[in-house]
């Protein structure tokens, strides 16, 4: 048995910052998938996908099975912050730090 569902519009996935309030009719939408996915071989093989977008361009997808993907999207979220951060600073401060030694030696 196969259950269709009728979607009108459905978002491109990944494309929330998090940063700003969403818009989600600036949007893109997913028009299509391309018949071909991609096997990786690592230990949980996960499949790369290519969906194409309402704009006309491809978008790369991994999915993988068996894990948290909410941790992934945490870590994602994370380098973009960083990486806003260190865009706005012209330039970036940089410290050196020193470890200083103690050297000790025992006398008999």
Known sequence: MCVC???Q????PGQYSGMQRPNPHEHEAI????QTIL??????KPKRLTILSSDGKEHM???KG????RLDQRIEQ????MNDILQRKSQPTVRTYQV???????KN
């Open 100 to 106: 200083k030694k103690n050297i000790q030696v025992a």
């Open 66 to 69: 068996g894990e948290d993907l």
């Open 78 to 81: 994370l380098f973009t912050v």
């Open 61 to 63: 997808y991994l999915v």
């Open 31 to 34: 028009h299509s998938f391309k």
């Open 39 to 44: 096997i990786l071989g690592s230990i949980r």
């Open 9 to 12: 519009r459905m978002e491109l």
């Open 5 to 7: 569902v009728c979607v």
